[in-house]
T-cell receptor, first 115, second 113 residues
């Protein structure tokens, strides 16, 4: 199993550009999440999904959009990139159901710089 | 509003010593309290977690102590090793993290040889 994979690893965007951060998991997890990590600030939830076709906002959703057409994929879309979106973005997944483990598995992250 | 407060921000411990990181939460609906470990350039990885029906959980050298009445929990790393040098995050959630985890700001731990 590859676990949670994210692409790209690094990206530099100009202000106003758009891009999609890709996230794929091969663990058949039903829940998926996007977090951003800023220095000294911990991780903050952007969006999450409880299954294909269902998404919901987290703590910091402004400037982002998500979709979940399959169980495996959960892309994050940035429209009109702003310097405030410079951050490291982590995708995570978990299985919530009959399992007693609530562990969220994180991908390696995408480091995004907006200039 | 910071729902999970973590301290200290940074910590230096000698090899073999005990590392202690503290967290306090506000939302009494939280029912799952994990600790994540993150190495530079990597994603966080679950270290140990506890639910509020127990006061302590131990896994190897790592122990979580939980005080429900004080709304506090802490991570103790016994016999700290240089390989434990990393950033540690406490977190809290409702329903096992179904709607995401609320993280503390992190503690940068350095274990000096």
């Amino acid at each position: 199993n590859a676990g949670v994979t994210q692409t790209p690893k690094f990206r530099i965007l100009k202000i106003g550009q758009s891009m999609t951060l890709q996230c794929t998991q091969d663990m058949n997890h039903n829940y998926m999440y996007w977090y951003r990590q800023d220095p000294g600030m911990g991780l903050k939830l952007i969006y999450y999904s409880v299954g294909a076709g269902i998404t919901d906002k987290g703590e910091v959703p402004n400037g982002y959009n998500v979709s979940r057409s399959t169980t495996e994929d959960f892309p994050l879309r940035l429209e009109l990139a702003a310097p405030s979106q410079t951050s490291v973005y982590f995708c995570a997944s978990s299985y919530l159901g009959t399992s007693i483990s609530y562990e969220q598995y994180f991908g390696p992250g995408t480091r995004l710089t907006v200039t | 509003q910071q729902q999970v407060k973590q301290s200290p921000q940074s910590l230096i411990v000698q090899k073999g010593g005990i590392s202690i990181i503290n967290c306090a939460y506000e939302n009494t609906a939280f029912d799952y309290f994990p600790w994540y470990q993150q190495f530079p350039g990597k994603g966080p990885a679950l270290l140990i977690a506890i639910r509020p029906d127990v006061s302590e959980k131990k896994e190897g050298r790592f122990t979580i102590s939980f005080n429900k009445s004080a709304k506090q929990f802490s991570l103790h790393i016994m016999d700290s090793q240089p390989g434990d040098s990393a950033t540690y995050f406490c977190a809290a959630s409702i329903g096992g993290g179904a709607d995401g985890l609320t993280f503390g700001k992190g503690t940068h731990l350095i274990i000096q040889p």
